[in-house]
């Protein structure tokens, strides 16, 4: 069964930084595009970030130069680094990935639990 689990949320002030990584399990055949996305209380979900499997990459207008993602391939992880964080960050954070299992011949959509990262004093 092919899970998705994000990590690293938490508390922190202003203009401080926070890493979030996604892990992907199972029997993962191959990860496609990878993004996250990020709601706040009473806000539509938001898309963040994305990384392709060649590893391109695309911001929200909101985050670019202030958050990075990557990915490592030969451990289906997927991190957000997200640095000069403001109040407005505050949001619960989701890891959502196209992956194909190890006996499929088709992608498959999956989302993360979610992680809370709260920006404050």
């Known amino acids: 069964q092919v899970q998705l689990v994000e990590s690293g949320g938490g508390l922190v002030q202003p203009g401080g930084s926070v890493r979030l990584s996604c892990a992907a399990s199972?029997?993962?055949?191959?990860?496609?595009?990878v993004g996250w996305y990020r709601q706040a209380p009473g806000k539509q979900r938001e898309l963040v970030a994305t990384?392709?499997?060649?590893?391109?990459?695309s911001y929200a207008a909101s985050v670019e130069g202030r958050f990075t993602i990557s990915r490592d391939n030969t451990k289906n992880t997927v991190s957000l680094q997200m640095n000069s964080l403001k109040p407005e960050d505050t949001a619960d954070y989701y890891c959502?990935?196209?992956?194909?299992?190890?006996?499929?011949?088709?992608?498959?959509?999956?989302w993360g639990q979610g992680t809370q990262v709260t920006v404050s004093s």
């Open positions: 959502n990935a196209d992956i194909r299992d190890s006996s499929s011949w088709y992608y498959r959509n999956y």
């Open positions: 199972g029997s993962i055949g191959s990860i496609a595009v």
């Open positions: 990384i392709t499997v060649g590893g391109g990459t």
